[in-house]
């Protein structure tokens, strides 16, 4: 009968810790947070984002291992390469309009041939068309870094864009050079580097076309 009564009180004690906890403001455990999936059209705008520019880098070092090489392949290469930059003005169309789609594409267009002068003059071991090939690059990347930012200020502040972009250069002409140079486990790291850092680059670009146009998705 004591032993009854114990649990009884016992049962008593854990209904009021309930109901207590349920009535006082503060005590009631947090709800259980709800994480709302992607949508479809989300998840392909970041896998298309991602593709662009892995072929971006992709087509980029088949063309630093053409030249290098001196490949008969180089011209279909760089065909490819520069196909890409249209692409990826087409992908921002829907969102920003024709016009600045295009103006991307010529931006980009500009850094794959600042790219290809820069290897020129690398591998012919000009150093003065090397030095002005580098700095119209850099000035190129920062142009295209204030393009972007000045379409998504709030997602792509003008400095991180910069920084992005500078490292990106940063990464890849390290990978020319050592490829040039015959450092070839050196290049197949550097690439390594180059692609972690672009699949940051297309996430950035995709979340604040995310955020910036969220009744799209």
């Known amino acids: 009968m004591h032993a009854h009564a114990s649990k009884m ?4 004690l854990v209904a009021g810790v309930f109901l207590l906890a349920a009535l006082v403001p503060g005590c009631a455990a947090p709800p259980a947070s709800k994480k709302t999936a992607p ?3 989300e998840t392909a705008l970041r896998q298309d984002m991602r ?13 630093i291992v053409s030249t290098a090489a001196n490949l008969p392949d180089l011209e279909a290469t760089t065909k490819r390469l520069l196909q890409n930059q249209t692409d990826i003005g087409d992908a921002i169309k829907p969102f920003y309009g024709d016009s600045a789609g295009a103006r991307l594409t010529k931006l980009l267009r500009a850094h794959i041939v600042g790219a290809g002068e820069i290897m020129a003059a690398a591998k012919g071991k000009d150093q003065v068309k090397l030095e002005a090939a580098k700095k119209a690059w ?3 990347a920062d142009t295209i870094s204030a393009f972007l930012s000045g379409a ?3 997602s792509w502040p003008l400095t991180d864009m910069q920084s992005m972009m500078r490292k990106h250069l ?3 002409l390290a ?3 050592d490829q040039l140079g015959g450092h070839y486990a050196e290049s197949v790291a550097d690439y390594d580097n180059v692609h972690g ?4 680059m297309a996430d950035m670009l995709s979340n604040g076309i995310v955020s910036q146009f969220p009744t799209k998705f």
């Open 138 to 140: 850099y000035a190129n």
């Open 152 to 154: 998504n200020p709030q």
């Open 39 to 41: 949508s479809g059209a």
């Open 9 to 12: 009180k016992f049962a008593l």
């Open 175 to 177: 990978e020319a050079v």
């Open 197 to 200: 850092e672009i699949l940051q």
């Open 51 to 63: 593709k662009l520019w892995e072929d971006h880098i992709t087509w980029t070092r088949l063309v």
């Open 170 to 172: 940063d990464l890849t």
